[in-house]
Each structure stands twice: as C-alpha cells, then as structure tokens.
C-alpha cells in the first residue's frame, strides 16, 4: 500500500474537515481571535457548516462540481485518493463510516488564520469532541505502521506544553487537541507560541480589532462563513515594485472611481456568506483609506440620491445603473489623474467640440449630462435579423442621463450621432467595408435615427452573414435621457419602456440620511443569458474547439455545463454602496424552479 | 544545380520507384513520403504502410484516409471543418479562420489535399491585409482545396474570376480606357510561365483582355461596357482575346508546363537544388499529356525512383505550419490538441501567417523560414509542446504512454522510437547519438523521455524534411 508514503500530517485532516463540514449542526466559536494578532492577514471561518446543506440539496450543485475539469482532475490525483483511503481506514478502526466520522471531528465547523505565505492556524471543531482523541491515535498508529512498513524513521514526535500533548511532524507540522478542539498549524513552534497566549491571553489581539469587532457584530444570525482580511498584508505577501507602480488607469478610473483606490490601498475587507434554500448572499465590506475620504475622489460618492434601480425591458440579460457626475469630475480632473490621461482628455474636449456645435466640453457637454447612466444588454428579435448572422450578439443600450433644461443639448446629441454615423462610412469607404444607411423612424412619438447595413443580395449558399449584421445602431432623445444602442430593435424597446415607466422605474429618492448609498446597482437574469448561450451553442462550441483543441464533444460538454450553471440561477444582484468611510458589496442570487412564495 | 546529362538519365529520374536491395521500402521511406507528402504521421501509420508497401501507401495518400484523425468519417470531417472556416470568416477574425484551417490540418484524413491547397495559396498569393475580407479569402481557399488536385488550366481561370484575387490585385480598377496590369503581369510572371517567357507587350494586351472584371457585392461580375473588346496579339496570338482566352493562350505556351514542373520538384523534392532543364522535362511532358490535372503529375512524383532516393531525403527546410501540424501529427496530441489558436499565432511569429503571405510572390520557403528569431519562435513552440505547465499547448502529452501504446517500453527503446518517429531517414543515427550522450538517466521517467524528445525536436535536423 502507497499510504502515507511520506510524512502527511496536515493533508490528512483538510479532507476530513471538507467533508464533515457538509453534514453538521451550528456551533458558533471565536476563540482563535483572541490568540492572533490584530493585523492578522486572512482569517475565514466556515461557521455552520449545516447551513451550506441547501448548496447539495436544492441547489443541486454537487453533480455540476463533479463535471468541473478542475475537479474531475483533483478528484484523480493520486495524492487525494491516498487521503481518502486514510480516512476510511481511520473511519473503520472507530467502526463508523467516513462521512459519520467527519461530522464527528469537524461538524460544528473551521475557523483557519493565514499568517504569511505558507503559515496557518487550522481549528477544527467537533460534533463529538471524544470522538477527537481515538481518531488522532488511530491515524497515527495507521501513519506508524505505514512508515516502518516502508522502513521509513517515525518522524512523529508526541511532547507537552502548557499541559497539552502535541503531536508534531517533521517540516510539515503539529497538531494539538486544545478546549475539546483540533488545533492544526504548520510549525510547533507556532503551536507553542499559540498555547502560550492561550494561558496568557495578550492586551492586543484580533478579537480586539474595531473593524474586526464590526465585522462579528454585523453577521446575520443564519451567516454560513465570514472571513476578515487585512488587505494591506495580503498585498504585502505578493509585493513587488511593478505592482505599486500605480498605471496610466484612466478609463477604468472614470468607471471604477474611488474603488480603485480601495483595491490598491483599502486596509481590511470582511464579507459573510448567507446560504439558503432558495438564495444566496455575500455581503462585503471595505474600508476606505483616511487619505481617500475627503479628498478629490469623494466626486464618485453620491451623497444625496444615489443610483436608480436597473430598467428592465423584456429579455433582458443584464442591466446596471451608475451613478456618476461627469462634470463634477471633470472639475477636479487634475487631481487624481497622471499627465497622460490630462493630455487625452485635452485632445478629447478639443475633438469633442466638434460634435457638440462648439461647446466647453466640461460645462457645455459635460454639465449637460445627468448623473444616473444606466446600461441595458437585451436580447434581439434574432428571428428578424435579415440575413441571420452566423453568431447572435444581443443589443446594448447605454441611456445617458440628459439635463431636461438644455434643450439644444438634446438636439446636438441627436446631431452628433448622425455625424458619427457619417464619419464610421467614411472609415469603411478607405477600408472597403460596407457603409452604414442612416435612416429614422417613429417609436411611441419619438425620433430614433439608425445604421442599418444593407443585405447582400446574392447571399452564397450555406454562407452565413457576417457578425456585422447584429448592429443597427441607433439614438433617440426620450425626454432627459438619450438611448445610444447597438441594435434598432434593443433602442425601440427601451425607448417605449422610458416612455411608459413601469412601478420599478421610479426615480431614485433623496438618502441623504442613509448610512450609505448605492452608486452602482446590476440585476442579471439566468435563463436569459442561459437562452444567448443556447442560441449560439454551435459558435461557442467552435471557439472552443479552436481556443482549446478540443474535440467537438469534449467543447460540447463544456457549454453544456455553463448551460447547467446559469440554469441553477434565476436572477443575480448585485450594489455597491459608498459611505464616506467604507463601502459595501452585496450580492444576491435567486435559485430558478424555486417555488413561488 | 543537379545536372542531368542524357536524356535518358531524366528518364530514368522519374520512372516508376520499385523497392530492391539497394533502395528497400523502409521506415525511413515510408516517414520521407509522409513528411513530404502530408505533414507527419502517427507511428501507427508509418508500421502500416511500411507493410503494405509503397502503392498503397501512395494510393492512401492520393485518395484520402477513410476516417479523420479524430475518428470521424472522412466526408463528415470535411463538412464539419468547411462549417467551422465558415464560420470563422465570418467572425471576420483572421486568427479564428487560421487557426480553423491549422485544426484542419491536424485531423485531416487527406493530408496531401491540405498541403496542396497550402501550396496554391503560396502559388496563387492573396493577402486579407490587402482585401479586407475574410468570406472572400475563405472562399479561395475552398477554391484551391477543391480544385488543387485537378486541372490547372480550369484552376487558373477560376482564380482570375476569384473576388479575393480581383481585390488584391487591383482588377476593380483594370477599365477600358486605363487598364491595369497587375493581374496580367502576375498571371504571366507568377502564376504560369515565370520570367523570361513574355514580353512587356504581352503584359499590356493581357491587361486589356482582363478589363472589365469587376467585384460588386463580394461576387465576380463582368462589365461589358468596361471590357476592351478590340483585338489584341497576346504571345503571338491575335484576335478578340478576354480573360478566358487568355488562359488558354498561357496554359498552351511549353513555358507554363515548365514553370509548374518546376514548382513541383520544389514542392516535393528539394527546394536546395536548382534541377537541371532536362530533369524537369518529363514532368513537365507529364503536365502536357495529362492536360494539366495536377494529380496525375503529382502521382507520377510521388511513385517516382527519384523521390524515393536516399538523396531527395533532408533537401528541404520545414515551414512553421509544417512544423506546428507535423509534430502534433506524429506525436498524436490530437484530443485535446494544441490550441489551434496559439499555433496559428507561433506560426505566424514564425513567418508564416496564413491568408497573410509577405507579397504576391508567396512565402520564398527554404532558408528563408530560419533566423535568429524564427529559430527561437521554433524552439519555443516545441518545447511548450512538450511543457507540463503550458496550458495553451503543453499538458497534453503523455511521452512514455505513447511510446508504450507501440510496445517500446524501456529507456533504450523510447529513445529509439521517438527517434525513428520523428527523425527517421538520413539523420536517425547522428541524432540517436547526440540525444544518448546528453540523456539525463538520473531523472523520473516521464522527465527522461520529455528531455530526450527535446533535444531532437530542437536539433538542426528536425527542422529539414
């Protein structure tokens, strides 16, 4: 037998703690926090191990995990397999099952302490805590016998402190039964080191933590897992000088705001994991830098009315709202942007006077816009696309948020679209690429102008049309808001859904007074995106045979498996609010074929 | 320049190769015939053919295998893959479409038709950098697969309808009052009689027989109003001459024959050589007598005493797609093979894009394919090959597997094997040895046999075929 080949002290437990955590009941335990030190870099507790049983059971996720190649390759690897083979043996010595056992050891859930690159703290809680002791005398009488079966040293080495029994093993680590529970770590001198706080508690420790504090205080009661991160010693693990160099990041600034800042220099982010029958939850939390907080980036905080709920026109695979003032940014530009995004944004307020009939592009462009964009990503009508192009894209609808006041402004954009429609044919004459007929039409009152490419008109048999056909782009003023979309049929539906505002699509009211408030806000449906996929599964799978090398079966099974994931999905949430101190994440999915309540 | 001396000695070159003593049908025969007809082949192949002998194995190579390298019949791999280039094209990704046609190349179960559809598309060069228009270089490409093996007199009037050829060519702007000669001039020069067999003269009244071809909605479209219909004397004929005239005229002049003749022995025998004059003649008699079907010159080739002589074998350099499809072919890293993607992109580093040649000339082969930084691009791709981390072409491989699935087991034997699979004819014994004295016993099993394959993918000897 290859068991335990080589000295494995810590590989052989993770399994068990895996497995049992999936069969187990809720023991709420936190006394790890009081042994670490405060700037701890990760710590992630798995809480209620029972809570995740809705993942296996109405989720159905097990089979689709099973098909994962990532797993189905884990699952292969030899080393696994000799792990699993240990816990049976161990399961059998104490006359259990493997899986009874594991809810035995590890039932009431895991709390691991990432110290550095390669150092942990494991505690492993019991359903059975004199269940711990026999199983850890089995395993390394089994790990005994293994290794004088191999004629290999007993690298084991059993000794006390602090009037507990350690088990340490050569390299790899020791482990310790302390207060009824496993106490793993991969060095003895750190387990010592544990066991001393343990009798000597320090004045400073994690548990002590404020934003830690916070974070254990703000979990809900039916929390699954949380984990707490100090994200400037994580950062610190892969540090390197290119990594602090901050890049020429303009467009994702724009976008992103303040966030970047907290990607790059936020302290600590906590989240919680709330899993139910029919939902699932993450909620996170980021503080912000002192340096962030009121300085030139408090402009990406809405601090009166912040982001609209996401419009919803029929099949809509996805659809955000950001709240974003242009043109209080464009004010304090210099102070968070390098020179060469300053020189672009020159060249652009110079060039973009063009469109816009000579204005300032800051005040006269810029401070003409409102501050909700919102974008939608809806399907087609594709049963109408003349001739059919070989992959269907659906349409995007950016709405830009106008000011209802300038009424020319709303004139010139409808001009400027003309223009660029003019200046994209004139590309395409000096590229021999077909040219874009502009034309216009009434929807619900309103003038909506658009490209359309002409048909060839002797299509070759069995060719299909190129991608290009999905575009007919189009742009329509409706009232404050302006439609720019991709596709002709995308822009008249969501022009008649502004025209006829669902309940939903109510506007955003004033929180000046909430602790925070949503400036980014997206929904996405599965069974629409489910639909896109299915509707170019031939593509998709093409592209995997030629991305990948696999043969049309293996890249079938591929799609088929994200078909399976986004069917499990029925809608997907996701907002991110900003305080003027930290900002929080909070993801929501919806499971499908749940029942209607 | 190999000189022939008597006609007879020509003769006697291209007269039909029977094995004997002296030049038996042997593994390393049966490995030249596939490097130079197809790319590479399996190990599984090349013990098949060698039993079954040369006829057969030439017959295979004319006719087609009967399934594709990833099971599938042949018919239905090849409606599947002219599915798949389509679409890629239009994708209107130029990446997509060549990497459609390396996947092609690797699985194809008739390897001589792709690699002379790859030798019209070198033949007849078209760039999409210049026509902008992936449909319509997919569709030239169908062209010359359906068509390479037939008759070039038909072949070449195709072409000059071709929309990809038009546009790159600049037809669209060869008119009746200012004619055009880009297409008359590479049509004499580069497409059927070569230098020195035309007159400037005969290049001016071509382009007036050529006026008139337009390409109006990605098609072929004749404009009566902007053809010179007025006589013209072209290679000494006279008369009311057009575009289909004029190919014939060109297909009828000696030179044509001799030209293509010419472009076969560097396709098939050796691209270091310039053959004498008399040694071409009888192929390019056998072009005459067959009417130009290409296939029964290429026949004629491939079962020829001078094709399977020790001497023809290493007389040419690998192009990077041979390289690419060869070694996935022979090594069997076929499911999942490489990213298709990822070769295409190396082969391009490498000089050879495809859809892409450098100019209307082609790619010029030969040592043109090696520098400093091709050598590199090369070394690179057949290492990441070989990788165990590379996720885009390595990770595939199982060396020792393979080598067992044929029963050569211990480290002598991989090492034979991969040696005769890969490297099988002038230079097996150098390489063998290089590879022995450099072996690493003292590394896993897996490890020995990925450091030998190394050392002889990377040898200079790999790269000639």
Redesign the interface.
């Known amino acids: 037998m290859l068991l335990f080949s080589r000295p494995r002290g810590s590989s052989l437990f993770c399994p068990i703690v895996l497995v049992a955590t999936i069969f187990s009941r809720p023991v709420a335990a936190d006394e790890l926090a009081r042994w670490l030190p405060a700037d701890t870099p990760l710590i992630v507790e798995l809480a209620r191990p029972a809570a995740l049983q809705p993942l296996l059971e109405n989720w159905n996720l097990l089979p689709i995990l099973r098909d994962l190649p990532q797993v189905r390759s884990a699952l292969e690897n030899p080393d696994l397999g000799n792990v699993r083979l240990a816990v049976e043996a161990v399961a059998a010595s104490l006359n259990t099952t493997p899986l009874a056992l594991a809810d035995e050891l590890a039932g009431a859930g895991a709390t691991l302490a990432v110290e550095g690159p390669q150092k942990y703290v494991l505690v492993v809680r019991p359903n059975r805590p004199d269940r711990l002791q026999p199983a850890l005398d089995a395993a390394l009488k089994l790990v005994r016998q293994e290794l004088a079966k191999q004629n290999l040293p007993d690298s084991y080495v059993t000794q006390e402190h602090q009037g507990v029994s350690i088990t340490s093993f050569a390299q790899t680590g020791a482990l310790a039964i302390v207060d009824h529970q496993l106490l793993v770590t991969n060095s003895l001198d750190r387990l010592k080191a544990l066991l001393d706080l343990r009798a000597n508690p320090p004045a400073e420790s994690l548990a002590g933590d404020a934003r830690f504090a916070k974070l254990k205080g703000s979990l809900a009661d039916n929390a699954a897992a949380w984990f707490y991160a100090r994200l400037d010693k994580v950062r610190a693990f892969n540090a390197s000088p290119e990594a602090a160099k901050p890049g020429d990041e303009t467009g994702g600034r724009l976008l992103l705001g303040r966030w970047l800042d907290l990607v790059q220099k936020g302290e600590t982010l906590g989240g919680q994991l709330i899993v139910q029958a029919d939902s699932l939850e993450l909620k996170a939390l980021m503080s912000v830098p002192a340096d962030v907080q009121n300085g030139p980036l408090e402009v990406f905080r809405p601090h009166t009315v912040g982001a609209s709920l996401p419009i919803q026109i029929p099949q809509t695979l996805l659809s955000a709202t950001l709240w974003r003032d242009f043109s209080a940014m464009w004010e304090v530009r210099e102070q968070f942007l390098g020179p060469e995004a300053l020189k672009g944004l020159a060249q652009l307020d110079s060039f973009a006077g063009q469109f816009f009939g000579g204005r300032d592009f800051g005040t006269g462009v810029l401070g003409s816009l409102g501050d909700q964009w919102r974008i939608v990503i809806a399907h087609q009508d594709y049963d109408a696309q003349k001739p059919a192009?070989?992959?269907r894209y659906p349409g995007v609808a950016l709405i830009i948020p106008v000011d209802p006041e300038d009424e020319e402004f709303g004139v010139r954009l409808q001009s400027a679209f003309q223009t660029f429609i003019g200046l994209a044919n004139l590309g395409a004459a000096q590229?021999?690429?077909p040219p874009l007929m502009l034309g216009s039409e009434q929807v619900e009152g309103v003038t909506m102008f658009r490209g359309t490419f002409v048909p060839?008109?002797?299509a070759?048999k069995?060719?299909?049309?190129?991608?290009?056909f999905n575009l007919s782009p189009s742009g329509a003023l409706v009232g404050n808001a302006f439609v720019l979309a991709s596709s002709a049929d995308v822009a008249r539906t969501v022009i008649r859904s502004l025209k006829n505002p669902s309940p939903t699509q109510a506007e955003p009211t004033d929180q000046t007074k909430a602790e925070a408030i949503p400036t980014l806000r997206i929904a996405a449906s599965g069974p629409e995106i489910a639909k896109l996929v299915a509707i170019n599964k031939?593509?998709l799978v093409?592209?995997n045979?030629?991305?990948?090398?696999?043969?049309?079966q293996?890249a079938a099974g591929e799609i088929e498996l994200l078909e399976k994931l986004l069917a499990i999905v029925k809608t997907a949430h996701a907002e991110i609010l900003d305080a003027p101190d930290e900002v929080r994440l909070n993801f929501h999915l919806d499971r499908a074929n749940a029942p209607t309540k | 320049m190999r000189s022939v001396r008597r006609r007879e000695d020509a003769v006697a070159a291209w007269a039909p190769y029977a094995p004997s003593p002296e030049q038996p049908w042997n593994l390393a025969r049966v490995a030249h015939l596939h490097r130079r007809a197809g790319f590479q082949a399996p190990w599984s192949v090349l013990e098949r053919d060698l039993a079954e002998g040369p006829e057969a194995a030439i017959d295979r190579l004319i006719h087609g295998e009967p399934t594709a390298l990833d099971g599938q019949p042949a018919a239905q791999f090849e409606r599947t893959m002219d599915l798949l280039s389509a679409e890629s094209a239009a994708s209107g990704s130029l990446s997509r479409l060549q990497s459609a046609w390396i996947y092609r190349m690797i699985l194809t179960p008739n390897p001589l038709r792709e690699r002379m559809t790859r030798f019209w598309h070198g033949h007849f060069a078209t760039s999409n950098t210049k026509v902008n228009n992936l449909k319509l270089i997919h569709r030239q490409s169908a062209l010359f697969r359906s068509h390479g093996m037939g008759d070039f007199r038909e072949l070449l009037s195709e072409v000059g309808r071709d929309p990809a050829m038009l546009i790159f060519l600049d037809s669209p702007t060869n008119r009746k009052a200012h004619p055009n000669e880009n297409y008359a001039r590479e049509v004499m020069e580069l497409f059927s009689l070569g230098r020195g067999n035309y007159s400037e003269q005969d290049v001016k009244e071509a382009a007036r027989a050529f006026t008139g071809r337009f390409v109006q909605g990605d098609r072929f479209r004749e404009v009566a109003a902007q053809h010179d219909g007025e006589i013209k004397q072209i290679l000494g004929k006279e008369g009311v001459l057009n575009g289909e005239t004029v190919v014939g005229i060109l297909v009828d002049q000696p030179a044509c024959a001799r030209f293509l003749a010419h472009k076969l022995y560097r396709l098939f025998i050796s691209e270091f050589d310039d053959p004498d004059p008399a040694l071409l003649e009888p192929v390019a008699s056998n072009l005459r007598a067959a009417n130009y079907r290409i296939q029964t010159t290429v026949e004629m080739i491939l079962r020829s005493r001078l094709f399977h002589d020790n001497a023809s074998q290493g007389r040419k350099l690998r192009s990077p797609v041979e390289l690419a499809v060869g070694t996935v072919r022979a090594l069997e890293i076929l499911d999942p093979c490489p990213s298709p993607e990822t070769l295409a992109a190396a082969c391009t580093r490498m000089g050879e894009a495809l859809y892409a040649p450098p100019n209307v000339a082609g790619w010029p082969g030969g040592t043109e394919w090696i520098n400093t930084a091709s050598s590199l691009e090369r070394a690179n791709l057949l290492l990441g090959l070989l990788s165990k981390s590379d996720d885009k072409l390595g990770r595939r491989l199982n060396p020792e597997a393979l080598a067992k699935r044929y029963s050569f087991a211990n480290p002598g034997d991989t090492r034979n094997f991969y040696t005769q699979l890969l490297v099988e004819g002038p230079f097996q014994d150098g390489l063998r040895s290089a590879v022995e004295r450099q072996a690493q016993p003292d590394s896993q099993e897996d490890d020995r046999v990925r450091f030998d394959i190394s050392l002889i993918l990377t040898a200079p000897e790999y790269q000639l075929t």
Do not use: F, H, W, Y
């Open positions: 192009p070989g992959t590229s021999k690429s060839p008109k002797n070759v069995d060719e299909p049309a190129d991608d290009r031939e593509t093409s592209r045979v030629l991305e990948k090398g696999n043969s049309r293996a």
